[in-house]
């Protein structure tokens, strides 16, 4: 019986893989696919429901399929499956959890966190709980993750976990202020950053103390440490763009141009400045280039999101970087960056 269980599961995986691929190449084809999976989600054995919701989560991050009509669907099945605690259950529990933060990415109502939540006090364990933090990590759901590892930290019995555990909270109250910044101002930009400078430094102490003799967590030091200095880069960069503004060139920019023979000394101080960023950025580029080396036995995933770090200080990024600054579109600092708490996995 098991093994009839295991082929089932195998096949399954297959012609789910399959059908996540042939949507990427017929995306016309996507949305009656979606509606029919949900459909026979209510219908389908646990151990069928659970490829079925990686099939829907991997279709929906790849393409808008999962509108907020069906997350009503998806709440009323996760809370049937969350009376139960078998393990079966508790691997359905997260791969559903997972296709509702695909459809809620960013941002998630009270109402749905609350749901969630409950079905997780009445019948998840501490590693279910975990991984569906993860989960939630992963699709941007940072405020809900962070609240997630707080309810963990109670929960275990080792003072390494329990510094694993609140570095993830804390490296997730940072990204939560990262998100949203396009269409703010650079003073608003500029408070976030530091906001969430502040909560990566309790961060890097709390991993730092996590780490021991046998697991030192060098990747994952190694990495948050790069992404506190990206977003230092970043503060400076935008405080540089914002210069432009207040100290305009001066009016004999141009003839110190022509006398010093570099045409970019029309655009006065700035220029100076530009290159300490572009410095700035160059060697973060070497750091990551060096952290990839050094990881050759990361996953695939990781491996790729850290390859291309080294390709972001260019001047054409640089230039692109100060027109969005001084117009004020701040998307690019949420735009260039991978969710940290998933990479250090």
Same mark, same amino acid.
């Given at each position: 019986?098991?093994?009839?269980?295991?082929? !089932?599961?195998?096949?399954?995986?297959? *012609?789910?893989?399959?059908?996540?691929?042939?949507?990427?190449?017929?995306?016309?084809?996507?949305?009656?696919?979606?509606?029919?999976?949900?459909?026979?989600?209510?219908?389908?054995?646990?151990?069928?429901?659970?490829?079925?919701?990686?099939?829907?989560?991997?279709?929906?991050?790849?393409?808008?399929?999962?509108?907020?009509?069906?997350?009503?669907?998806?709440?009323?099945?996760?809370?049937? $499956?969350?009376?139960?605690?078998?393990?079966?259950?508790?691997?359905?529990?997260?791969?559903? =959890?997972?296709?509702?933060?695909?459809? %809620? +990415?960013?941002?998630?109502?009270?109402?749905?966190?609350?749901? $969630?939540? +409950?079905?997780?006090?009445?019948?998840? #364990?501490?590693?279910?709980? &975990?991984? $569906? *933090?993860?989960? =939630?990590?992963?699709?941007?759901?940072?405020?809900? *993750?962070?609240?997630? &590892?707080?309810?963990?930290?109670?929960?275990?019995?080792?003072?390494?976990?329990? !510094?694993?555990? #609140?570095?993830?909270?804390?490296?997730?109250? *940072?990204?939560?202020?990262?998100?949203?910044?396009?269409?703010?101002?650079?003073?608003?930009?500029?408070?976030?950053?530091?906001?969430?400078?502040?909560? &990566? +430094?309790?961060?890097?102490?709390?991993?730092?103390? =996590?780490?021991?003799?046998? %697991?030192?967590?060098? @990747?994952?030091?190694? !990495?948050?440490?790069?992404?506190?200095?990206?977003?230092?880069?970043?503060?400076?960069?935008?405080?540089?763009?914002?210069?432009?503004?207040?100290?305009?060139?001066?009016? $004999? /920019?141009?003839?110190? =141009?022509?006398?010093?023979?570099?045409?970019?000394?029309?655009?006065?101080?700035?220029? %100076?400045?530009?290159?300490?960023?572009?410095?700035? !950025?160059?060697?973060?580029?070497?750091?990551?280039?060096?952290? &990839?080396?050094?990881?050759?036995? /990361?996953?695939?995933?990781?491996?790729?999101?850290?390859?291309?770090?080294?390709?972001?200080?260019?001047?054409? @990024?640089?230039?692109?970087?100060?027109?969005?600054?001084?117009?004020?579109?701040?998307?690019?600092?949420? %735009?260039?960056?991978?969710?940290?708490?998933?990479?250090?996995?």
């Amino acid at each position: 019986m098991a093994f009839k269980l295991l082929v !089932f599961f195998t096949l399954a995986q297959t *012609a789910f893989t399959c059908m996540v691929k042939l949507m990427c190449s017929r995306p016309h084809l996507s949305q009656p696919v979606v509606e029919s999976l949900l459909t026979q989600l209510h219908n389908a054995q646990d151990i069928a429901r659970i490829p079925m919701c990686h099939c829907l989560a991997a279709i929906a991050v790849q393409l808008p399929v999962l509108g907020e009509g069906m997350l009503g669907e998806l709440m009323e099945l996760y809370k049937l $499956i969350g009376s139960s605690s078998t393990d079966k259950q508790q691997e359905l529990m997260v791969a559903l =959890a997972t296709v509702i933060f695909v459809a %809620n +990415q960013k941002t998630m109502s009270a109402d749905v966190k609350s749901v $969630i939540k +409950q079905q997780l006090e009445n019948g998840a #364990n501490g590693w279910t709980v &975990y991984k $569906i *933090a993860r989960q =939630a990590s992963r699709m941007g759901n940072h405020n809900m *993750a962070g609240e997630l &590892y707080h309810g963990l930290l109670t929960q275990v019995a080792s003072e390494h976990f329990y !510094f694993w555990l #609140n570095s993830l909270k804390e490296f997730s109250k *940072a990204e939560e202020g990262l998100t949203g910044l396009q269409d703010s101002k650079s003073s608003v930009a500029l408070a976030r950053i530091a906001e969430a400078l502040k909560h &990566y +430094q309790r961060g890097i102490a709390s991993l730092t103390a =996590a780490s021991t003799p046998t %697991n030192p967590l060098t @990747f994952q030091c190694e !990495f948050v440490k790069l992404r506190i200095d990206m977003l230092q880069a970043f503060s400076q960069l935008i405080c540089t763009c914002n210069s432009l503004k207040t100290s305009p060139p001066p009016a $004999i /920019a141009t003839a110190i =141009a022509m006398a010093s023979g570099n045409d970019l000394q029309r655009c006065g101080r700035i220029t %100076n400045q530009m290159k300490i960023s572009m410095e700035e !950025f160059r060697s973060l580029a070497t750091r990551y280039h060096d952290l &990839y080396q050094s990881s050759f036995d /990361a996953d695939s995933a990781t491996l790729r999101n850290v390859e291309l770090y080294p390709f972001l200080p260019s001047w054409k @990024f640089l230039f692109c970087l100060t027109i969005n600054i001084t117009i004020m579109d701040l998307s690019f600092i949420t %735009n260039v960056k991978v969710d940290i708490v998933a990479v250090i996995f």
